[in-house]
């Protein structure tokens, strides 16, 4: 086949089996271009290739609409990831018929359709297990004030590949033919790890905004630098973020802290201002330092404790633990007090820091259930220094485990990350300590039900034993046979039923 490469970007036929011809087949290619394209392997340039010539679902869609009188090409990220190896089940394509027209081309094809982002233009199905998007060529662009983009179709591939937020996911592949569609480089772009715009940055941020989040997260997911121009952009443009719906960006904010590097992106979103917009709290862990008043850098102690916490993860990335990490110490700017002997304190901090986390998490539009999480974790994390190194009593590490419920696991990881110190021999002695208070819980947990901490009477048996109705009374009576239970461990009915009757003489 004969591979065609023009311009700054690039259009090749895809052969079975092959890569795109390398541009270095074409004279008066910079060496630069050939050098960068040659970082990238000649397994992961074929990739693309290599899906489309062993997909069946891929092809046969394709076939279907070349029959209906409709283009259709895999485009963007699916483009980027086949060529970095990383492509998944989920595959989007492009076409330029109008989303009526898709959904009849693939309703008596797909397992399932569904028309949730049809107002924009896309119609999702399932087939053989593939998660698929077709979308119709378009361009969309916000006002100054609207939250929701304007949707016009174009006309043409490359009338959609223009608004693509970044030339690494401005690629396509023409189906059936297998042609590479690369008009602004992004080959290139891919293969020195460099993120910009088609256009100018200005224009894309300005169609939309949350394109600036999304470049944090694309550095935070690929590991890829961001261009000069396009980070000039986002902290001119910082405060068009404003516009974009809580949803979006808190979408935007989970696919960043659930990246590879989360350090990169959220380093870009505070130097570019657009923290100060979405997560104000994180730049505000950046507190003035003195030279008669010393403690460790909060903000750098944040993100290091992150990162100290994903290398804790034994099931993958896990946004609770993430988000729990990177707040974890947000009331700390609140609380500082300067003490008369030079020190800093930070009093209750982690109650201060879980109120203001709840209400960023609220206005975030998180789910009452990680909300809960979160603060929980946000609170508790303290919680084992409290206790001093001296030995854990037994009623102690019930409160513990008690308190923790089910974040226990969590409030583990969490702990043990939140040691950044580089004196060796207290990080050694923290870890120790730590290692001490997981052996007692499961010492005990073999002995009680830890895991399910109850009084050694229900509800219905306080009230047998006491002969009175519900009310408030029965749940003093259970609240005090609770902190007996924490206290001293499981009870034999006859004590407890003992106990509760000599704390109900001493009410009357």
């Known amino acids: 086949m004969v591979t065609r490469w023009s311009g700054r970007g690039c259009r090749g036929v895809l052969g079975p089996g092959r890569g795109p011809v390398p541009c270095s087949v074409v004279p008066n290619v910079p060496e630069t271009r050939e050098a960068q394209q040659a970082q990238l392997?000649?397994?992961?340039?074929?990739?693309?290739?290599?899906?489309?010539?062993?997909?069946?679902?891929?092809?046969?869609?394709?076939?279907?609409?070349?029959?209906?009188?409709?283009?259709?090409?895999?485009?963007?990220?699916?483009?980027?990831?086949?060529?970095?190896?990383?492509?998944?089940?989920?595959?989007?394509?492009?076409?330029?018929?109008?989303?009526?027209?898709?959904?009849?081309?693939?309703?008596?094809?797909?397992?399932?359709?569904?028309?949730?982002?049809?107002?924009?233009?896309?119609?999702?199905c399932q087939k053989d297990g593939y998660q698929i998007e077709v979308t119709t060529y378009r361009s969309e662009a916000y006002d100054r004030t609207s939250r929701k983009p304007e949707v016009s179709y174009g006309e043409t591939i490359e009338d959609d590949l223009v608004r693509r937020d970044f030339t690494v996911n401005a690629m396509a592949v023409a189906l059936p033919e297998k042609e590479f569609i690369d008009p602004h480089d992004g080959l290139t772009d891919l293969a020195s790890k460099v993120l910009r715009t088609p256009g100018t940055p200005e224009e894309s941020f300005s169609d939309d905004p949350l394109r600036m989040m999304r470049a944090a997260r694309f550095a935070a997911q690929l590991d890829f630098e961001v261009a000069p121009e396009v980070v000039a952009a986002m902290t001119a443009m910082s405060d068009r973020i404003d516009i974009v719906s809580a949803e979006r960006v808190r979408d935007e904010l989970n696919k960043l802290v659930l990246g590879a590097h989360p350090r990169k992106g959220l380093t870009l979103l505070v130097e570019s201002g657009l923290a100060e917009r979405v997560l104000p709290e994180l730049p505000a862990l950046r507190l003035e330092r003195d030279e008669h008043h010393r403690h460790k850098d909060v903000y750098e102690h944040s993100l290091t404790v992150l990162e100290q916490a994903i290398a804790l993860e034994t099931d993958g990335p896990d946004l609770i633990l993430r988000l729990s990490a990177l707040l974890h110490d947000i009331g700390k700017p609140k609380t500082r007090r300067f003490e008369s002997d030079g020190r800093v304190s930070f009093h209750h901090h982690e109650v201060v820091g879980a109120k203001m986390a709840k209400s960023r998490l609220v206005k975030l539009k998180y789910s009452n259930d990680e909300i809960k999480q979160i603060t929980k974790l946000i609170g508790l994390h303290l919680r084992f220094h409290g206790y001093g190194t001296g030995e854990w009593t037994d009623s102690a590490v019930r409160r513990y485990v008690r308190d923790a419920g089910d974040q226990l696991q969590r409030l583990h990881k969490l702990t043990r990350s939140d040691c950044t110190t580089r004196n060796k021999r207290k990080a050694n002695a923290l870890q120790r300590a730590y290692d001490g208070l997981e052996e007692r819980i499961a010492k005990l947990q073999e002995q009680e039900e830890l895991d399910s901490i109850r009084p050694d009477l229900d509800g219905n048996e306080i009230m047998q034993v006491l002969g009175i109705r519900p009310g408030p009374e029965v749940g003093k009576a259970y609240q005090h046979l609770l902190e007996l239970r924490l206290e001293n461990g499981p009870m034999a009915r006859d004590e407890a039923i003992a106990q509760l009757k000599k704390w109900w003489d001493a009410q009357q």
Not at 106 to 117: F, I, K, L, S, T
């Open 41 to 124: 392997s000649h397994a992961q340039r074929q990739a693309v290739s290599e899906l489309l010539r062993v997909s069946p679902v891929a092809d046969d869609l394709a076939r279907r609409f070349k029959e209906a009188g409709f283009t259709l090409a895999l485009v963007g990220g699916s483009v980027r990831d086949a060529l970095l190896g990383r492509l998944g089940n989920d595959l989007d394509f492009t076409t330029d018929a109008r989303p009526e027209d898709v959904l009849a081309i693939v309703r008596p094809w797909a397992d399932a359709v569904w028309e949730v982002g049809i107002a924009f233009g896309t119609v999702g």
